[in-house]
T-cell receptor, first 112, second 113 residues
Framework: GDSVTQMEGPVTLSEEAFLTINCTYT??????LFWYVQYPGEGLQLLLK?????DKGSNKGFEATYRKETTSFHLEKGSVQVSDSAVYFC???????????FGKGTKLSVKP | DVKVTQSSRYLVKRTGEKVFLECVQD?????MFWYRQDPGLGLRLIYF???????EKGDIPEGYSVSREKKERFSLILESASTNQTSMYLC????????????FGPGTRLLVL
């Protein structure tokens, strides 16, 4: 079945460091891909999405490109801030009922 | 902005109690979802609903039931709470099907003693 695999955390970076969180997927067809973020004590918020191959989603300095050839949707940010500390979830819409399928999440901690 | 609200942020219940978790969305979305979130396991789908009075089992429905009597409200019911149901519960909604974004509530952290 459809699935999402993302790098395990936790990831600890210093402020202004470059961030990459890897995400690969297995799916039939061409699913929409998402990154959600969960700040401490809160629910999930949509960070960015891409709906077709080669699309680049971007928001708040974060970017991810839908790579069909490598079935990947890696999240990147050029310069992280302390306020980016959160758990990041990669997800796709798939399965027989078209629901969100999540990776297990990657916890990011950014130190000043 | 889409708003999904959940009735409680924190709940403490005793084993065997019947527990109701309420979720309300204000954007006339057809689809609503209940997930539980556990460390190391990510989010797992419990139940979802495509429309009023309709429900479908997700990946882990055992020990749970749901109710959707009105379009804006989706309730998760733990008929007899057990300690292994201690978790964070997240509600979400979306319009339509396929590529649409899901919007999440703030979550309810449930502790079953």
């Amino acid at each position: 079945g459809d699935s999402v695999t993302q790098m395990e955390g936790p990831v600890t970076l210093s402020e202004e460091a470059f961030l990459t969180i890897n995400c690969t997927y297995t799916a039939t067809g061409y699913p929409s891909l998402f990154w959600y973020v969960q700040y401490p004590g809160e629910g999930l918020q949509l960070l960015l999405k891409a709906t077709k191959a080669d699309d680049k989603g971007s928001n708040k300095g974060f970017e991810a490109t839908y790579r069909k050839e490598t079935t990947s949707f890696h999240l990147e940010k050029g310069s992280v801030q302390v306020s980016d500390s959160a758990v990041y979830f990669c997800a796709l819409i798939g399965g027989s009922q078209g629901n969100l399928i999540f990776g297990k999440g990657t916890k990011l901690s950014v130190k000043p | 902005d889409v708003k999904v609200t959940q009735s409680s942020r924190y709940l403490v219940k005793r084993t065997g109690e019947k527990v109701f978790l309420e979720c309300v969305q204000d954007m006339d979305h057809e689809n609503m979802f209940w997930y539980r979130q556990d460390p190391g396991l990510g989010l797992r789908l419990i139940y979802f609903s495509y429309d009023v009075k309709m429900k479908e089992k997700g990946d882990i429905p055992e020990g749970y039931s749901v109710s959707r009597e009105k379009k804006e409200r989706f309730s998760l019911i733990l008929e007899s709470a057990s300690t292994n149901q201690t978790s964070m519960y997240l509600c979400a909604s979306r319009t339509g099907y396929g590529k649409e974004t899901q919007y999440f509530g703030p979550g309810t952290r449930l502790l079953v003693l």
